[in-house]
């Protein structure tokens, strides 16, 4: 069964960083284009980042709001691909899911497996 388990999401003040985990199991991940999305309470869903399979150049998307913050990557070892999340503001707070998809791209109609999803807080 093909599965992406998320972790790593917690409480943080204003400022500090977090690293979220996507693992997967039942396939490989580096064949895939992997996102990271978040949804806030009362909002729809928001691409974050993603990366391109590791067969083709592991180009990186950031949105606007994120970019020089968040930083994506993977570890084909350990079937895993991280979300470096530094600088955070409490405007980042949401459930942030993982996702893969074939070809590149961030549109989440597009992703085809996801995560249960992670709680990031961030508060003083």
């Known amino acids: 069964q093909l599965q992406l388990v998320e972790s790593g999401g917690g409480l943080v003040q204003p400022g500090g960083s977090l690293t979220l985990s996507c693992a997967a199991s039942g396939f490989t991940l580096d064949i895939y284009t992997i996102g990271w999305f978040r949804q806030a309470p009362g909002k729809e869903r928001e691409g974050v980042s993603c990366i391109s399979s590791s067969i083709t150049d592991r180009s990186t998307y950031y949105a606007d709001s994120v970019k020089g913050r968040f930083t994506i990557s993977r570890d084909n070892a350990k079937n895993t691909v991280y979300l470096q999340m530094n600088s955070l503001k409490p405007e980042d707070t949401a459930v942030y899911y993982c996702?893969?998809?074939?070809?590149?791209?961030?549109?989440?109609?597009?992703?085809?497996?996801w995560g249960q999803g992670t709680q990031v807080t961030v508060s003083s």
């Open positions: 996702a893969a998809r074939n070809n590149y791209g961030m549109r989440s109609s597009d992703y085809d497996y």
